[in-house]
């Protein structure tokens, strides 16, 4: 019996040194890595695990083809990132059945170039995604993580969905954004077809341009402060039980008459400066509040005028002193 056993275990070994080698171990970094047109294991899921201090790191270039060859199905993970790792991507190419990439403990993920296929980034447990460049679909930031949008081309109508207390900053690129849960964005430039506050999030408008419009919807709050322009309706609308805070000088509520229809539109002048007037749509309990504030050479000449009288004051006790 002891023999038929050993025997069968000798078997067994044999076998196992016959068989290929598995690739999947070979997909675990776990030390500052570059992949580039070498990389040998693009159906595989890339791990990232942070296995030293200062945080592992690895730079994805030009050529590197990660989570499926094109026209293959796709691994469900390309990238999977833990942490505190950061992920930095020069070009290349990155697919997932479920998500593109995957973040995770605070770990970190900045596109300068190359494309983001199919899938979305998505960034938990106070991860970073930063957008410089390069091509990607949809950005989904869950828990206490952050976004930066500087730059780059997307290719889905809800590029950005934040949830969560996460937070996002954009500056740039051409996208959507809806802002839900408890989560805040702060827009200071870019192209969007819609920017809307829902759930009870929160969203400080200082710029961007807008074809479909500006919305709050649920218990969502928008500040707006500063609009390039609108390229479509000129609509903001507000549903549910959501508010929509227009700071600025001379703002009011009118109607104009188009094409023979009456319009509710806002006309006026926005806190950055610029000539404000669009349309607007209110539904339920939705409110839009218009705050009357200094314009911004009124704020210039206060600025002056604090700085001059801080001067005299100092001056006045110098000479007391004396």
Do not use: C, K
Request: proline share 4%; net charge negative.
């Amino acid at each position: 019996m002891r023999n038929t056993i050993r025997n069968l275990l000798r078997a067994v070994i044999s076998l196992a040194l016959l068989l290929p080698p598995t690739v999947a171990s070979a997909a675990i970094i776990d030390v500052d890595t570059v992949l580039g047109a070498g990389h040998p294991f693009p159906n595989e899921t890339i791990t990232v695990v942070d296995g030293a201090d200062p945080p592992t790191e690895l730079d994805i270039l030009e050529g590197a083809v990660i989570g499926g060859e094109p026209g293959q199905v796709a691994v469900p993970i390309g990238v999977d990132v833990y942490g505190e790792s950061i992920v930095t991507m020069f070009g290349g190419r990155v697919v997932g059945s479920q998500q593109a990439v995957r973040l995770n403990d605070g770990s970190m993920f900045r596109i300068l170039d190359g494309r983001i296929v199919s899938r979305p980034i998505e960034a938990r447990d106070m991860s970073r995604v930063i957008l410089d460049g390069g091509e990607w679909r949809e950005i989904q930031m869950y828990d206490f993580s952050r976004l930066e949008v500087n730059g780059g081309v997307n290719a889905s109508f809800f590029s950005v969905r934040t949830f969560g207390e996460s937070h996002a900053v954009l500056n740039g690129a051409d996208l959507n954004l809806i802002a839900d849960e408890q989560s805040t964005a702060v827009v200071n430039g870019g192209e969007y077809e819609v920017a809307e506050a829902t759930g009870n999030a929160e969203m400080l408008v200082n710029g961007g341009r807008y074809v479909v419009g500006i919305g709050a919807t649920g218990n969502g709050v928008v500040r707006v402060r500063g609009v390039e322009a609108f390229s479509g309706d000129d609509l903001l609308y507000v549903m549910g039980n959501g508010v929509m805070h227009i700071y600025g000088t001379g703002l009011r509520f009118d109607v104009i008459d188009d094409d023979g229809t009456p319009r509710n539109v806002i006309l006026g002048q926005l806190a950055d400066g610029d000539s404000f007037g669009a349309r607007y749509r209110l539904f339920d309990q939705g409110q839009i509040i218009l705050h009357e504030v200094p314009e911004p050479t009124t704020w210039a000449l206060l600025a002056i005028g604090a700085v001059g009288l801080a001067w005299r004051t100092r001056r006045m006790r110098g000479t007391a002193a004396n």
